[in-house]
C-alpha cells in the first residue's frame, strides 16, 4: 500500500516527541540501506540547509516617530543609504547598498568593506547604529533633519524581506581570460586556474524538493537563526531541468523562494555581513526547510546526492557578462567537493563559496527544534510554480524611443 | 638569539637567477630555508633564517639583484569566531596554509605554511584574516 501521511498527523508526532527527524545528508544512508519505501515509512522529516552571500536580501525598518516628527526622505544607517520611497519612518535597506563615499571599483579591485548587509549583521548583533535622516519638511512633518543612535531593540518593526534566496542550484565559475578576474563568484585566476561553485548541494533546501512537491506560501523554515516563512516564489524564479546539447538531463536548476521573518529572533552568526574583492558586499544568510515526507516520492527526491547533482560550468571572463548562452559542460557536486574538476582534459582546482559545514549546521538546529516540539510544520497556502508550469526568463532589449 | 627570519620576494624577470647560491659562495653566510613558493606567474616567495658575518653585505647584494626583502614582523592568523568555512580562500592560497579538510568540509589554517603574501585578508569575504604585527 502506498505511503501517505498528512502535515497534521506529521505534526502530531512532532507535538508528542515521536516524529523521526533526519537531516538531508543523514536520510542518504538509510535510503541506500532500507530503500525508499522503508525509509518514507519510517522517516516524517528531513531538514535541509544552505549558508550562502544572498544578495537580495534586506530589511523593512520602522524607527517611529521623533517629536518634533520627520517625514524621513533620505536616510542613512551607519552612513549606508536605505530607501525611503515608502511611508513616513519606513524605509528598506538593502544587503548591497553602499555607503555614497564608498570609493568601489574606482581603486580596482575596490573592497567593499562595510554595506547594507554589515550594518543588517550589526543590528542583530545589537551594536548601536547611527541613524541620519533629512526630509523638506512639510505642515505635518515640520522636521528638516534629524542625527541619532540606536539599537535593533529601539525600532518597531524589523522585518527581514528577501526578494531571491535560496538558489535551487547555482553555476561553477571559470575565467577563460588571461588576466585575473574579480566577480561574485570569488576571485577566479586566469586560463582556468580555478572553479568556483556555490550550493550546499544534497543538503540543498530547494535540490531536495526540485518539483516543489512540499514548499510553498507559509511554509516555516529556519532563517537568519531564528524562524521565518517562505513568502512568495523568489524574482527570477525559473525552475527547469538542466539538459546538455544531446538532451541529457543534469538535474534541477532555475528556483529561488522570496522568504520573511522577524530580526529580532535572529542571529548575527547566520546573517553575515560579506564582502567580494572587485565586486560589492552582501549579506550571507543561513536558510533551512524543513521537508515533510508525505509520501514515496517526497522521500525519493530528498535521498538525491551529490553524484546526482550538477552545476553548469560558465566562463565569467566572457560568456556570463556577455549573456552568451550555454555552458563549458557540467559537473557534479561529488567532483566539485573533492578539490578537483576536469574539464576538457584538464584539472582544475575547485572551492566553494557556500560554506558546507555551516549548511550541516543549519540542518542539524532545525532537527534540534523539530524533535523538540517547538517547531511544527506548515502546509503551504498555495504551492510554487514548478518546471511543468516551464516559466521561462525575460531578458531586458535596448530599445531606442 | 635564533636568527632573523626573513621573508624574500622575487620578481618573475629574476625567479630563474641562482641568487641564494651567491649569498652562500659570496658571503659566506648559512641559510635554512623554511618555506618556498613560485606561483602561477613566476613570482617566487622565500622565507629563510640568514645568519653569518657578512649578513649587511649579503643583504644588500639582495637587494641590488631586485630582491624585496621583508621581516618576518607580520603574521597573519585567522579569527575562528569570523569564519564560516565557506572555503573561497583554499584555491587561492599560493601555499596551501588554508585548506579543506575532506569530507568534513572544513577550511582549515596551517600557519607554518603561511608565506604572509596577504592575498587571503583581501579576498575573504568575512574578514576572517587579520594581520599581526
Known sequence: MAIEKTYAEINEKIKSGKAVVLTAEEVISLVEEKGITEAARSVDVVTTGTFGAMCSSGVFLNFGHSKPRIRMQKVWLNGVPAYTGIAAVDAYLGATELPEDDPCNNNYPGEFRYGGGHVIQDLVARKQIKLEAVSYGTDCYPRKELETFLTLDDLNEATLFNPRNAYQNYNCAVNLSGRTIYTYMGMLKPNLGNAHYSSAGQLSPLLNDPYFLTIGIGTRIFLGGGVGYVAWNGTQHFPGIQQDSAGKSYGPAGGTLSVIGDLKQMKPNWLVGTSFLGYGATLSVGLGIPIPILNEEVMRCVSVTDRDLYAPIVDYSEAYGQRIPGNLGFASYAELKSGRINLNGREIPTAPLSSYPKAREVAGILKNWIQKGEFLLTEPVKLLPSYKDEIASRTLEIKGI | ?133
Open chain 2, 1 to 133: 638569539m635564533s636568527p632573523k627570519k626573513i621573508i624574500l620576494r622575487f620578481g618573475k624577470d629574476i625567479a630563474d637567477k641562482p641568487i641564494i647560491y651567491c649569498l652562500v659562495r659570496d658571503y659566506d653566510l648559512v641559510i635554512n630555508i623554511l618555506k618556498a613558493n613560485v606561483d602561477q606567474n613566476k613570482e617566487g616567495t622565500m622565507v629563510l633564517e640568514l645568519t653569518g658575518e657578512k649578513y649587511d653585505q649579503g643583504l644588500a647584494f639582495l637587494k641590488n639583484q631586485g630582491v624585496r626583502v621583508q621581516p618576518l614582523a607580520e603574521e597573519v592568523f585567522r579569527n575562528e569566531e569570523k569564519c564560516t568555512s565557506c572555503g573561497a580562500c583554499t584555491d587561492i592560497c599560493p601555499s596551501g596554509a588554508l585548506y579543506m579538510e575532506r569530507p568534513s568540509m572544513e577550511v582549515k589554517f596551517e600557519s607554518d605554511n603561511c608565506i604572509v603574501c596577504q592575498i587571503c585578508v583581501k579576498i575573504c569575504p568575512v574578514k576572517a584574516m587579520e594581520v599581526r604585527f
